[in-house]
């Protein structure tokens, strides 16, 4: 079917006012040309409570060549309006079969929501064969009952066995059956509406909570589609049906259909996904901030069974991840490709900010020099690819799991260090923003750090190592690593030297982001790059062996610090950690997920250019893997069709050197 041009205007001045809009909206303009690629009525009701009731599933297109996006636009149509979705009302139409009806954002409808889910639970096709559903614990019930059946004598034992061997090699979710389960009856709703709340419109999806009485479910639409199956959907479907405790599970999803005029063939692509959701779970960004916010010198340790508990369960996911995808060994090509990346960010980073990173110049040339004898980043696999804090959920009844799987993750199999960092700089953003806030430097004008860094000022760098906050990040890293070394079986730490390069990277890229767009956050990947190239500058009146430097969150410092907190008195560290949380309550501000670890996005819209991709090594594209690659902030950096370009890498010249080529840097 198609949509009127009434419709098709309404959708045009709508959709670009969206939050999972795509990122190169600018090139689209306010009031871009649609191109509708499938219409589908997926739910046709008399409904008299709602003057009729139509929904519409349809696959627009908007932009050309490189920005050319096929969208996910679901729709309601009611014959009344709904007061309640005001702030989800697309306009007014006149439709041939229903009359005037108003035009709600679908994800957003309470009725159209509750149906998709239904419809995904009990695996329904629709007519046409345009959008069909798979359910995961439909196909579960199927095979138990199956399986309790007499088996058939006439049909030979032996024959079942390829099929069974197949079944476990699959790597990729089946597509949803043709076949059609349930039919459309058309007539009166035949579910009951269960309350929603839209919990998220994030970067092209939208997520929506359905409170059942009996189980919470989570459906999330898909907004920007891509012919196949992604890993957004592709990793949670494979982990639930390995079992896996790491990730919510999937209860089923919804794919489309549609002829492509673009490339001139049939697409098909996820554009629903229905999960177990606890309602009662937050983002671990939030609990750890209200936690270190009342942090005091005598309730350091208050988060450290949690980020144990957390570390596991991260070592979890990754141990499954690699059950299910696959590992390749990284030695030779991979470890050339990621060493030269992290070597051009060096550069890259003194050219953006060398008076910042003055003081550090002869550690970056040693470190530098490290890069270029490493001899193997280890074994890789597919890894999360943007995990920080926002991307793991604590629930008092399941623990902490991880959501928000991207699509990011179809690139390379990477090292793990690369989640690690990521979740390691979350931690460490939660604690610099409570010491930022407490001392007010939040809201301060003094431009030093931008103009000469922490150069020789080893007091300003001690105030930083020496406060509560600091000191509650390092052991909270501390423990988040013993807990993911623990669940791993190996031994994991910042003296990894993988892991120590990927963070070495992550600051760099943190330092020149908070330099141009805030520069009041510079101090927080400032001081802890200076710690990890320097070690802890001495106090005046140090003996040498206390004068020693050391990397952050080192099992003996964390100790150290935990003994000395519990050789208090109890009453003492209660009165006192009772009395700090008092004390700051009243002007505790929770900052955003995107001030804690999404500092690296902005920065790199605009820094596109810099570098190149690397080429997929063959061992990785057996894998499934494609040329597409994320550098180890996790951004995926060709993912709106941007290609880096490649910058020289002179060898003979100093850091020093080139770090003073900034404005010639740039023109490249």
Known sequence: MAISSELEQLLAGWIPRQSWFPKLAADFGTDPDITPMSVARAFVYKAEELGGFAGLVTVISVGDGTTLRRLNIPLSLRGVEDIHLRKSLIGQIDDLALGHVFVYDGAADPVFVNLMADAITKRKVFDGGQLSTESLRHSQEKAASRDKQPAQSSVPAQSAAPQSADATAEVVPPKPSKAALVTDSREELPIDIRPIEVADAGAHKSTVIIHDEYEPMELSFFRVLENGMPSSLTIPVLLTEAGSRSVPEVIGWGSGRWYDMFEVTEMEAPMALLSHVDVDA????????????????????????????????????????????????????PTKLLAKKWIERIDWALGRAPLALDSLVPELRAHRAKLRSLETIGVLQKIHGELTLDHVVSSGTEG??????????????????????????????????????????????????????????????????????????????????????RARG?????????????????????????????????????????????????????????????????????SSADAESHSRPAAQRERNAQSSGAARQSKIRRPSPAELSETVDEEFDDEEDEFVVSPVPATFAARGATAEDSDSTGRHVVDEGKHEKPQPDDSEKSLTDESEQDSGSEKH
Not at 295 to 304: K, M, T
Not at 319 to 327: L, T, V
Not at 528 to 547: H, I, M, N, Q, Y
């Open 490 to 558: 190996e031994s994991l730490g910042l003296g990894d030297p993988v892991l120590r390069a990927a963070l070495i990277d992550r600051l760099l890229v943190e330092v020149v982001t908070e330099l141009r767009n805030r520069p009041n956050w510079l101090s927080v990947p400032l001081s802890t790059l200076a710690l990890v190239l320097k070690g802890k500058p001495a106090r005046s009146g140090d003996t040498p062996a206390e004068a020693e430097l050391s990397v952050p969150a080192t099992a003996a410092e964390a």
């Open 282 to 333: 937050e983002p671990a960004w939030r609990e750890a901030v209200d936690i270190v916010c009342a942090v005091d010198s005598g309730s350091i340790g208050a988060y450290n069974a949690q980020a144990a508990e957390m570390g596991r369960r991260i070592g979890e996911l990754h141990s499954d991840m690699a059950a299910e995808f696959g590992i390749v060994e990284g030695r030779g090509e």
């Open 400 to 485: 902490y799991s991880v959501v928000k799987f991207t699509d990011s993750t179809n690139s390379d199999p990477k090292p793990v260090a690369l989640d690690l960092v990521a979740l390691l700089r979350s931690v460490d953003y939660a604690a610099g923003f409570a010491r930022l806030q407490r001392t007010g430097e939040l809201d301060s004008e003094d431009g030093g750090l931008v103009v000469n860094g922490f150069g020789n000022d080893a007091s300003a760098l001690r105030t930083i190592y020496d406060s509560p906050e600091f000191l509650w990040a390092s052991q909270v890293q501390n423990s988040l690593l013993s807990g993911y070394s």
